[in-house]
């Protein structure tokens, strides 16, 4: 299938301070955004390269002051569908969520980790979770008139929030979220070994916990680096069907890094659903070397 996607990553700065954030101390060292030229270019290039869905992300996209410049681009220059990934702090604003949505954005990306004080413990914010959840609402009132914007969340999976996303993905219920994701940790390669054992959930100790989530009613759960053999034979299908955006990144900030990623296995290849599965993140096996992985 042919990729239309393309995100494009703004700039280091962040209004959160996320315990498990893979740019950990970057956002100190990188603290300039990029150029307008620089994102008017990549949003043509896209173009050009018959990209017609973008993705604004990283870190906190609504911080770059050309933001509303580029979504304006953006549409100015025929892509049909323009998304801002965002940890939900700045649309807690219903006027400017609405500046944005009358600009054409047609969907967003919320990261939310916890449910209330989790949350707010999780990206290091006291009343994060406050202003996500007005945020929430506003996205509602806009999803009432338009009922073709998407609204997707995203939340990680650690050992601070374990326990807490049952009571989350119950809240998240109440809203119109087109996708709430669960992500497994990685690219952590920022992190020492000893970073990363405190923050992975083996995935063996979470299936319990992904099954009351996965019969939260009403809303559409998927996951992201849950390999197969990992999760209970009923989540099967959410892994299955999980929205892949397949996209192409500008990883202009990396030069010299070298980020971490998912991988198979020696026995996946004996796997009939290797095809579709998410495999296993590097960092994962690193901090569960001896960890048997068989479906």
């Known amino acids: 299938m042919e990729n239309k996607w393309i995100e494009i990553f703004l700039w280091y700065a962040c209004s ?9 101390d970057l956002r100190y060292e990188f603290k300039k955004n990029l150029e307008f030229e620089e994102v008017e270019n990549m949003i043509k290039k896209g173009f050009l390269d018959g990209k017609r869905f973008i993705v604004f992300s990283w870190w906190e996209s ?8 580029y979504v304006a681009l953006c549409k100015e220059t025929g892509y049909e569908d323009i998304r801002i990934h965002t940890n939900g702090l700045s649309f807690s604003n219903a006027d400017l969520l609405k500046e944005y949505v009358d600009l054409w954005t047609t969907g967003v990306v919320i990261s939310i980790h916890g449910y209330w004080a989790i949350h707010d413990k999780l990206v290091k914010l006291d009343g994060a979770f406050e202003k996500v959840k007005k945020t929430l609402v506003n996205l509602y009132d806009i999803k009432k008139e ?6 997707d ?3 990680v999976l650690t050992r601070y929030n374990k326990g807490n996303l049952k009571s989350l993905f119950k809240f998240l219920s109440y809203f ?4 709430a994701q669960i992500v497994q940790l990685y690219s952590l390669y ?3 070994k000893e970073e990363k054992q405190k923050l992975y959930v083996p995935y063996d100790d979470f299936r319990d ?3 009351d989530i996965v019969d939260t009613p009403n809303i559409n759960i998927t996951l992201e680096n849950f390999p197969f053999c990992k999760v209970n034979e009923r989540s099967w299908k959410h892994i ?14 990396w030069e010299g890094l070298e980020e971490s990623s998912c991988s198979y296995l020696k026995n996946c290849l004996n796997c009939k659903r290797k095809e579709k599965c998410t495999w296993v993140p590097k960092d994962y096996r690193e901090v569960f070397p001896n960890e048997e992985f068989i479906l």
């Open 16 to 24: 959160l301070k996320c315990s498990f954030c893979f740019q950990k």
């Open 62 to 69: 609504t911080l770059d002051r050309n933001l509303k410049k």
């Open 146 to 151: 338009n009922p073709n914007f998407t609204i």
């Open 153 to 155: 969340t995203n939340s």
């Open 176 to 179: 119109p979220i087109t996708r």
């Open 190 to 192: 920022l992190f020492t």
């Open 209 to 211: 916990e992904l099954d």
């Open 240 to 253: 299955e069907e999980r929205q892949r955006y397949n996209n192409d990144a500008f990883w202009y900030l």
